[in-house]
């Protein structure tokens, strides 16, 4: 089966401080890719990050940076010095690739408030 | 480019009617997925589009629900006889897939509530 977990519903912090968005992932295929999605109040997702699951390298963008651990399926999520435009829902996804198959398969999201 | 985009942007209908959403993928993507999201959820999978064939459609996707993508280009997703449990965001997305890279863009959604 394949699922996504995200443990935490809400999260709150005050500006300026580092925050870490947990994600853990099943999945019985060696071929996979995790993503992270930022869902606004305006309700758009906005596409943040894609990793591969033959890339374990950590990745650095800017405030927001992804820690990518195969071996305890876990794709986390920190923004360094939060500001209050982080405030959003945040999703991980996971997309399986079999046959013609490629929906993402989502978490039920972590509801970041940054206060000010 | 423009992003995709999703009409209208908030339908409200009352039980047993019927309604269409249009969803105009980023040009030249050659897939396009429709989900379903509810309240404190993350987005569900409904079906999928490789240029104008549905490839797959999700167990969440019951018979009153059909979608259409003409010549590959935009796509429709109608609920027949709505009922109150229909009541979600319906977020379209596209990519363009070449071997296995592929990122999916989401459109601003359309909020269905069902009276």
């Known amino acids: 089966a394949q699922k996504v977990t995200q443990a935490q519903t809400e999260i709150s912090v005050v500006e300026k401080e580092d925050v870490t968005l947990d994600c853990v992932y099943e999945t019985r295929d060696t071929t996979y890719y995790l993503f992270w999605y930022k869902q606004p109040p305006s309700g758009e997702l906005v596409f943040l990050i894609r990793?591969?699951?033959?890339?374990?390298q950590n990745e650095i963008s800017g405030r927001y940076s992804w820690n990518f651990q195969k071996s305890t399926s876990s794709f986390n999520f920190t923004i360094t010095a939060s500001q209050v435009v982080d405030s959003a829902v945040y999703f991980c996804?996971?997309?399986?690739?079999?046959?013609?198959?490629?929906?993402?398969?989502f978490g039920k999201g972590t509801k970041l408030s940054v206060k000010p | 480019d423009t992003g995709v985009s999703q009409n209208p942007r908030h339908k409200i209908t009352k039980r047993g009617q019927n309604v269409t959403f249009r969803c105009d993928p980023i040009s030249e993507h050659n897939r396009l997925y429709w989900y379903r999201q509810t309240l404190g959820q993350g987005p569900e999978f409904l079906t999928y589009f490789q240029n104008e064939a549905q490839l797959e459609k999700s167990r969440l996707l019951s018979d009153r629900f059909s979608a259409e993508r003409p010549k590959g280009s935009f796509s429709t997703l109608e609920i027949q006889r709505t009922e109150q449990g229909d009541s979600a965001m319906y977020l379209c997305?596209?990519?363009?897939?070449?071997?296995?890279?592929?990122?999916?863009?989401f459109g601003p959604g359309t909020r269905l509530l069902v009276l």
């Open positions: 990793r591969n699951s033959f890339d374990e």
């Open positions: 997305a596209s990519s363009f897939r070449r071997g296995a890279q592929e990122t999916q863009y």
């Open positions: 996804a996971l997309l399986n690739y079999g046959g013609s198959q490629g929906n993402l398969i």
